[in-house]
């Protein structure tokens, strides 16, 4: 079964701090990396994505930063909020490939 | 905005019911997902179409079932309820393949006592 494999399964970070999370994929078909963020009681809303063609993309405090050779893929938050606290999802996919997600990173942003 | 609206958030069971989940999107989606969410496993997919009276198994079919008879509905069916289905249940859709944004539901969690 193709995996993407998320680590670290919680993490706690000081506000104003940076959030990283990381995640790596076996197959190499994959060209779609995307992120998405769950808050409790809701669906995951995609946060941000990128595709192997860069090796980083920002949005606001949010970046991901791909690659290729090592075929992982980490998402940075820079200045962290208390209102980032919540669930994190990477996942692979593209073409073909079905998309598959890790398992999740619970992220507490204390005040 | 994107609505995928799932018809119960919470959801209780018996072992060997019959359970219907259904989810249905207003964005003329052709790609519609069920995905169960357990905790330390992340989000598996079950099934998911492609068109209308389309469906392919996703990891764990086993145990579920779907239909998709209008486009804009995509059921999940559970045949015979077990406890090992009590799980938190998602929905999602996308305009186009794999590479597209999925947009989820609120999610439906089921207990099977």
Redesign the interface.
């Known amino acids: 079964q193709q995996q993407v494999k998320q680590s670290p399964q919680s993490l706690i970070v000081q506000k104003g701090g940076i959030s990283i999370i990381n995640c790596a994929y076996e197959n190499t078909a994959f060209d779609y990396f995307p992120w998405y963020q769950q808050f409790p009681g809701k669906g995951p809303a995609l946060l941000i994505a990128i595709r192997p063609d860069v090796s980083e993309k920002k949005e606001g405090r949010f970046t991901i930063s791909f690659n290729k050779s090592a075929k992982q893929f980490s998402l940075h938050i820079m200045d962290s909020q208390p209102g980032d606290s919540a669930t994190y999802f990477c996942a692979a996919g593209g073409g073909f490939q079905k998309l598959v997600f890790g398992t999740g990173t619970r992220l507490l942003v204390s005040p | 905005d994107v609505k995928?609206t799932q018809s119960s958030r919470y959801l209780v069971k018996r072992t060997g019911e019959k359970v219907f989940l259904e989810c249905v999107q207003d964005m003329d989606h052709e790609n519609m997902f069920w995905?169960r969410q357990d905790p330390?496993?992340?989000?598996?997919?079950i099934y998911?179409s492609y068109d209308v009276k389309m469906k392919e198994k996703?990891?764990i079919p086993e145990g579920y079932s779907v239909s998709r008879e209008k486009k804009e509905r995509f059921s999940l069916i559970l045949e015979s309820a077990s406890t090992n289905q009590t799980s938190m249940y998602?929905c999602?859709s996308s305009l186009q393949?794999?590479?597209d944004?999925?947009?989820?539901?609120?999610?439906t969690r089921l207990t099977v006592l």
């Open positions: 995928v995905y330390g496993l992340g989000l598996r997919l998911f996703g990891d998602l999602a393949g794999t590479s944004t999925q947009y989820f539901g609120p999610g």
